[in-house]
């Protein structure tokens, strides 16, 4: 069984990059019809998602945050990560890593998530 | 973007109540489109995909229909584990969105 978990700092300052990595253990990130995502939800907020990068290593962006974000992958550790920069208050929220499997299904798998708080 | 708009926001229902939520995209997403449910404090789980294909292993009182631009979540007789906040998402163009959400409380 495929499962995600994320990792990282969970307090950022303002204007300082945010950086999340997510490892995928129960299954090789780099085999089969994968987007890799970053998902993300303000407290008592919904979800928005932010990115994936697909396991042929293609790359796609909310465009409200593309000018900010960048999700990378290491298939040597089985980890792709997330970097946000100029990060504000508007960016405190809990991230999720997420699997969706193929173009024809929706997000199977997901990480417990990680509370990150942007605050001097 | 294409926006994406639950209604209700909030639902009220009692145990053994059939319960529909309703999903509206702003442009045809085909049948590209999932539901979730969250509970407080945990990650959303996959209910349905492809507008209308239950996710294994979720129980069979969840449905899904609709194609186009409206579509629907029914649950056939609520029960005390689906009480829970539950969200749509489209995937037919880049980038993917969500539903604000929709929060079903007992009655």
């Known amino acids: 069984q495929v499962q995600l978990q994320e990792s990282g700092p969970g307090l950022v300052k303002p204007s300082q990059t945010l950086s999340l990595t997510c490892t995928v253990s129960g299954g090789s990130i780099s085999s089969g019809d994968y987007y890799w995502s970053w998902i993300r939800q303000p407290p008592g907020k919904g979800l928005e998602w932010i990115g994936y990068?697909?396991?042929?290593?293609?790359?796609d962006y909310n465009p409200s945050l593309k000018s900010r974000v960048t999700i990378s992958v290491d298939t040597s550790k089985n980890q792709f990560s997330l970097k946000l920069s100029s990060v504000t208050a508007a960016d405190t929220a809990v991230y999720y890593c997420?699997?969706?499997?193929?173009?024809?299904?929706?997000?199977?798998?997901w990480g417990q998530g990680t509370l990150v708080t942007v605050s001097s | 973007d294409i926006q994406m708009t639950q209604s209700p926001s909030t639902l009220s229902a009692s145990v053994g109540d059939r319960v529909t939520i309703t999903c509206r995209a702003s442009?045809?997403?085909?049948?590209?489109l999932a539901w979730y449910q969250q509970k407080p404090g945990k990650a959303p789980k996959l209910l349905i995909y492809?507008?209308?294909s239950l996710e294994s292993g979720v129980p069979s009182r969840f449905s899904g229909s609709g194609s186009g631009t409206e579509f629907t979540l029914t649950i056939s007789s609520l029960q005390p584990d689906d009480f829970a906040t539950y969200y749509c998402q489209q995937y037919n163009s880049y980038s993917w969105t969500f539903g604000q959400g929709t929060k079903v409380e007992i009655k």
């Open positions: 997420a699997g969706k499997r193929g173009y024809t299904s929706g997000f199977v798998y």
């Open positions: 492809k507008a209308s």
């Open positions: 990068i697909y396991y042929s290593g293609s790359t």
């Open positions: 442009q045809s997403i085909n049948n590209w």
